[in-house]
């Protein structure tokens, strides 16, 4: 059965520290990773797609790594603000059949950036 | 309206009851989903359709049925739920099959 898995399940730092989050995958032969954000009460804003020919994708502050020997992605986010609390969430996707099967998610990680 | 769309937000139903949630792209999406997300679980895939075809169908119970009458519009019709069904049910679409994917806001459905 392929999984996702997240860890820390929270994690809560000051304001103006780089961060790392971690997820591993149980089946490397995967098709992409994505990372999402999700605030309270709402839907998943999509913050980086990685594809699987690809080790890492960039946006602004935000870097996503992917390895899939070790079966694992990370999610670097620099000098940390505020604003960047939230659930951070994992999804990964596998090819079956006649294409991509739909998004595995972990469970993700909570978290907090103190002022 | 842009992106991602669903109607209604919020939705309280009782176990005899039948309702629908919509869901509608503007993205000129060819693929589009539904997933559940319960209370300390993972989001779960639900069901895929790419070009108005179901793609997957993950062991859902037959109580839910989607219904993707063209490439925008996205229905998942409810009949004799259980309280445990109650959950936030998120939309989702993307250009094909294998790329980003783009979420609704997501509709709250309580089941008394």
């Known amino acids: 059965k392929q999984e996702v898995t997240q860890i820390p399940a929270a994690l809560s730092v000051p304001e103006g520290e780089n961060l790392v989050l971690n997820c591993s995958f149980t089946?490397?032969?995967?098709?992409?990773l994505q990372w999402f954000r999700q605030d309270p009460g709402k839907g998943l804003t999509s913050l980086l797609l990685i594809q699987s020919s690809q080790r890492e994708q960039t946006s602004g502050r935000l870097n996503a790594s992917l390895d899939k020997s070790s079966g694992r992605s990370t999610l670097y986010i620099a000098a940390s603000q505020p604003g960047d609390s939230a659930t951070y969430l994992c999804a990964a996707e596998w090819y079956s059949g006649g294409g991509a099967d739909g998004l595995t998610f972990g469970k993700g990680t909570h978290l907090i950036i103190q002022p | 309206e842009t992106g991602v769309t669903q109607t209604p937000r919020h939705l309280v139903m009782g176990m005899t009851n039948k309702k629908s949630l919509k869901c509608e792209q503007h993205l000129g999406h060819n693929a589009m989903y539904w997933y559940k997300q319960s209370a300390k679980k993972p989001l779960e895939l639900m069901f895929v359709?790419?070009?108005?075809?179901?793609?997957e169908n993950n062991s859902v119970p037959s109580r839910f049925s989607p219904e993707c009458p063209n490439s925008s519009h996205l229905f998942l019709h409810l009949h004799t739920l259980q309280p445990e069904d109650s959950a936030l049910y998120l939309c989702?679409?993307?250009?094909?099959?294998?790329?980003?994917?783009?979420f609704g806001p997501g509709t709250r459905l309580t089941v008394l």
């Open positions: 089946d490397s032969a995967i098709y992409n």
């Open positions: 359709y790419s070009l108005e075809e179901r793609v």
């Open positions: 989702a679409s993307s250009q094909d099959r294998g790329l980003e994917q783009f």
